[in-house]
């Protein structure tokens, strides 16, 4: 019934639906300029959030991150380079389409599945978040410590080429973020006699530098050509080519529900993220096809299952954030800020504080699924055209200039300009070594919470960190962890050309 | 075959700041009750750094030398760098009209920008964009400059 509360309150405010509808396109066109990543708008607009009130902030950064998922597809299908790292699985069926002139079809067929997966994956989290939350409440220190480490372990080794370089990427987030007072006794760490540490380093800037600062150094390393696009003539023919049949769309179908199942179920581990959930389901949509020859010789169901599956997995990401406070993806951690901004406490006791808050902003995700849907279904070409309008040359100055005064605006401070600068130098270094910056980030808003479990944990036990292993939920999660390392080792080991999984 | 500095650094970077940080977490006070609470995290995380730090160091060394040619270190990146942290300084000094006014056209001609009209454009144009919306319209208090501002001479 929340649901619906949510709805009525978001559908009859016009002030968030117009922050709702401009999210869509502003998400849908982040993700479709190669290189630019939903993770890096929505750190670069934050500051502008502050101004907003909690409700249309947090729904204008969630829909930005949903339709940036999305926008992907646009560069893939049109520009035959994947705008976001998942939507490379996409672009295996989407470019061969768009060569034989069927560009529209395909972006037809890659929208309606992202909106299917979309609506699943937001469907089971609003159906099954509260009940998560609820056993949540009943976990102590011990089991959510051992959740913590294992979301460390899990998303340290998961994404990345390097299972080593991921979890170093991971324990120096940790390591970050002890700069400062400890929690407990007031006593100083790390801060080296600077009175600027005192208070640690703020997630805003360091977010702004790893993911926007970091990619603006890429850019002007990398110094890509323009993305070129495939157009379309504007004829009979071509319309009449680009027309989506029923009978065309059908065998999609069941591709799109059990590619929305997958991206569903990886969304809720942390750390895995779209760009496994899209090569996951394409690989079983393939195996599963009446059609496996086609698949990457331009078939549709070769673009649906993969779009489903990376539209699929936003909404149920946010479940272990909401429930545990755990973030399990770049945009998850991202949100943490702007909940921590706006004095909103999550974790379980989320759904008894604020919950008439959580669920505006699902029906605000409903909505905004619908938005991109629609501006996706009728515009994604136009929106490629205009894309390819945008100078690079001065897109990443602007951003550049963006990102500086954005980091200063986080809290009035020049301080934090230095480490946003810090941060996006240290960010692109991790990039060209293959470390792994998402990882790097989430660890980093993790580390405060894992350490305050562990250190309730140790004053709880009379048998020291024994604690962890002598009750069952904890020793399970720690189990997880160590299982997880194994296998990805193994895989690893396996199949070392595995491509490269960069977002989470 | 030899073995390239991009096989050794991070595994030596990873090293270094692992063992720095197990230095500097001893110089972490203790609990009240003596314990080494406050210092557990950071040992653990410091420790965690060495021990991926080593066994990176290992694979690099086990692993086959690099044949192909040296990858060149960009030098564009640097430069940038080295802007923003000009920009930074001009920022604290001549506050952030003037130092957006100039550090804009550096960047864009960084990046390739050719054109007198546009570089002049954008010296001009910026930083009254920017202060429009994050100073005039959000409200921020604007970072004014220590040596001189031009928010003093034109009111804003």
């Known amino acids: ?504 | 075959m030899t073995h390239t500095i991009k096989q050794f650094a991070p595994g030596a970077a990873t090293l270094l700041i692992g063992l720095a940080a197990a230095v500097a977490s001893f110089q972490i006070g203790l609990d009240y009750d003596g314990s080494w609470g406050p210092r557990i995290f950071p040992l653990m995380s410091a420790g965690v750094l060495i021990l991926l730090g080593a066994l990176m160091l290992r694979s690099a060394t086990s692993e086959p030398g690099n044949t192909s040619p040296q990858e060149s270190v960009p030098r564009d990146p640097f430069i940038l760098l080295g802007l923003v942290i000009l920009y930074l300084w001009l920022i604290g000094k001549v506050g952030y009209l003037i130092s957006t006014a100039m550090v804009t056209p550096a960047t864009l001609w960084l990046f390739g920008i050719r054109n007198p009209l546009a570089l002049a454009f954008s010296a001009l144009a910026a930083p009254a964009i920017f202060h429009l919306i994050f100073f005039e319209l959000l409200g921020v208090f604007p970072p004014y400059g220590a040596w001189f501002d031009l928010l003093d001479v034109i009111g804003g």
């Not at chain 1, 755990?326 to 702007?338: D, F, K, N, R, Y």
Request: hydrophobic residues 50%; glycine residues 12%; aromatic residues 10%.
């Open chain 1, 1 to 504: 019934m929340d649901i619906f509360v949510g709805l009525a309150t978001v559908l009859t405010d016009p002030v968030i639906l117009a922050w709702i509808f401009g999210a869509a396109v502003i998400g849908m066109i982040v993700g479709a300029i190669p290189g630019l990543t939903a993770s890096a708008a929505i750190a670069m607009l934050v500051p502008l959030t502050y101004y907003m009130d909690p409700l249309a902030a947090l729904a204008f950064l969630y829909v930005i991150g949903k339709s940036g998922r999305y926008g992907g597809s646009i560069a893939a299908i049109l520009f035959n380079t994947p705008g976001t790292a998942a939507s490379a699985a996409t672009q295996i069926d989407g470019y061969p389409l768009a060569k034989k002139g069927q560009a529209s079809k395909a972006m037809k067929v890659a929208t309606i599945s992202s909106v299917i997966g979309d609506f699943f994956g937001e469907f089971v989290l609003i159906i099954g978040v509260a009940w998560i939350a609820a056993i949540a409440l009943h976990l102590g220190p011990p089991e959510l410590f051992s959740i913590y480490l294992a979301a460390f372990v899990v998303i340290g080794s998961v994404i990345g080429k390097s299972v080593l370089k991921g979890l170093a990427s991971a324990a120096l987030g940790v390591l970050i973020k002890m700069a400062g007072l400890d929690p407990v006794t007031g006593g100083e760490r790390f801060t080296f006699g600077q009175v600027e540490l005192t208070d640690g380093l703020s997630l805003v800037p360091l977010m702004i530098g790893i993911f926007v600062l970091a990619e603006v150094f890429e850019q002007l390393a990398k110094r890509s050509a323009p993305p070129e696009i495939t157009e379309e003539p504007d004829d009979q023919a071509s319309r009449d080519r680009n027309r989506l049949t029923w009978d065309e769309f059908r065998p999609c179908l069941p591709h799109i529900l059990r590619s929305s199942v997958i991206g569903t179920v990886i969304g809720m581990l942390p750390g895995l993220g779209s760009t496994i959930a899209a090569f996951v389901a394409y690989g079983e949509g393939k195996r599963s096809a009446k059609n496996p020859e086609e698949w990457g010789k331009g078939a549709l169901e070769g673009v649906a299952a993969p779009e489903a599956a990376n539209n699929a997995v936003s909404g149920p990401s946010m479940a272990p954030l909401l429930t545990l406070g755990i973030p399990g993806s770049t945009i998850g951690a991202i949100l943490v800020g702007v909940f921590m901004i706006h004095g909103i406490k999550i974790g379980p006791t989320l759904f008894v504080t604020s919950r008439e808050l959580i669920y505006s902003l699902f029906a605000c995700g409903l909505i905004g699924i619908v938005f991109y849907g629609l501006v996706g279904y009728f515009g994604a070409a136009n929106v490629g055209r205009f894309i390819t309008r945008i100078p690079v040359n001065i897109l990443y100055p602007v951003i550049m200039l963006t990102a500086v005064i954005s980091a200063y605006v986080s809290r009035g401070s020049l301080f934090d300009v230095g480490v946003m600068i810090l941060f996006g130098f240290i960010g692109w270094g991790m990039k060209r070594f293959d470390f792994n910056p998402a990882a790097f980030v989430i660890s980093f808003v993790l580390a405060g919470g894992a350490e305050e479990a562990f250190r309730q944990s140790l004053r709880l036990s009379d048998s020291g960190i024994l604690i962890f292993i002598t009750r069952p939920i904890a020793l399970a999660f720690l189990l997880i962890g160590i299982a997880v390392v194994i296998y990805r080792v193994r895989s690893l080991r396996a199949k070392p050309e595995a491509p490269s999984l960069k977002d989470a």
